[in-house]
């Protein structure tokens, strides 16, 4: 069993700053359960999910060209956590935000998303 758990959205003027946490927890952890790669994605209304960020186990990390820059991604491996800093958001940055983890067995697990809405 594995639980991702988000936090950190909300509504942000334009410019402004937020930062999202994703922990996950549960009793497969129990089991030598390793995370490899994390990661962010978003899903605006009327539109598909997209890749915002992701970081490997090592720390390599990856961006969609639309967030380079703004974003970043980062991960605490002792606490099974990733975070995403968003710096100078804008209107189009809206939309609903995923954490995933994949596990070094491939498995695939989502959160439950956090909205995160820009105002202008």
């Known amino acids: 069993q594995v639980q991702l758990v988000e936090s950190g959205g909300g509504l942000v003027q334009a410019g402004g700053s937020l930062r999202l946490s994703c922990a996950a927890s549960?009793?497969?952890?129990?089991?030598?359960?390793?995370?490899?790669?994390m990661g962010w994605y978003r899903q605006a209304p009327g539109k598909q999910r997209e890749l915002v960020a992701t970081?490997?186990?090592?720390?390599?990390?990856n961006y969609a060209a639309a967030v380079k820059g703004r974003f970043t991604v980062s991960r605490d491996n002792a606490n099974n956590t990733v975070y995403l800093q968003m710096n100078s958001l804008k209107r189009e940055d809206t939309a609903v935000y995923y954490c995933?983890?994949?596990?070094?067995?491939?498995?695939?697990?989502w959160g439950q998303g956090t909205q995160v809405t820009v105002s202008s």
């Open positions: 970081i490997s186990r090592a720390g390599n990390t």
């Open positions: 995933q983890i994949i596990t070094v067995d491939t498995a695939s697990y």
């Open positions: 549960g009793s497969s952890f129990r089991s030598g359960f390793t995370i490899a790669n």
